[in-house]
T-cell receptor, first 113, second 114 residues
């Protein structure tokens, strides 16, 4: 079991650029979550999907942020345009169901200059 | 709305000593409570979870936590610290039935000294 796979591990970009973060959940898991970790705000839930359908995106900070899950094995989180305050570690996590054990990926460290 | 408060952003213990990491919760409905551990440059890993069954919950790596409704607390303990326990620990809460829609505390960095 490869676990939740996120790419890239590190991303450095300039303000105004589009950033796409990718996530491959554990095979067979039906629920996928995107969390963001910053020093100032700690860990925050951005959005989560169940059976590829977005259930709650109330944590998405602005319209600049969007997330998709085109199939059960892939999700993206896009920021367009990016800003320095978006710098954070973005975690993807998956679970068999909404109440089942949550498995986190290793995260993407995003730096927006 | 629900929240958790972790008292002490940094805790230092000697190897072999008791580990006590504090977490208090606020929830208007019966909560589910969690402890996660994060090692450097890694994602979070579930240590244990309380879902209104037994109030004393045993987790991995020798950790346990006790749900105390009267104190609105869910403190994490381990009788004897090991060097490998050095990590950041997060308490989290969700509403019963809220699944993995978690609200996290600010974390406690545990340092284990020889």
């Amino acid at each position: 079991d490869a676990g939740v796979i996120q790419s890239p591990r590190h991303e450095v970009t300039e303000m105004g650029q589009e950033v796409t973060l990718r996530c491959k959940p554990i095979s067979g898991h039906n629920s996928l979550f995107w969390y963001r970790q910053t020093m100032m705000r700690g860990l925050e839930l951005l959005i989560y999907f169940n059976n590829n359908v977005p259930i709650d995106d109330s944590g998405m900070p602005e319209d600049r942020f969007s997330a998709k899950m085109p199939n059960a094995s892939f999700s993206t989180l896009k920021i367009q345009p990016s800003e320095p305050r978006d710098s954070a570690v973005y975690f993807c996590a998956s679970s068999l169901g909404l109440d089942e054990k949550l498995f986190f990926g290793s995260g993407t460290q995003l730096s927006v200059l | 709305a629900q929240s958790v408060t972790q008292l002490g952003s940094h805790v230092s213990v000697s190897e072999g000593a008791l580990v006590l990491l504090r977490c208090n919760y606020s929830s208007s409905v019966p909560p589910y409570l969690f402890w996660y551990v994060q090692y450097p440059n890694q994602g979070l890993q579930l240590l244990l979870k309380y879902t209104s069954a037994a109030t004393l919950v045993k987790g991995i790596n020798g950790f346990e936590a006790e749900f105390k409704k009267s104190e609105t607390s869910f403190h994490l303990t381990k009788p004897s610290a090991h060097m490998r326990d050095a990590a950041e620990y997060f308490c989290a809460v969700s509403e019963a039935g809220g699944g993995n829609k978690l609200t996290f505390g600010t974390g406690t960095q545990l340092k284990v000294e020889l």
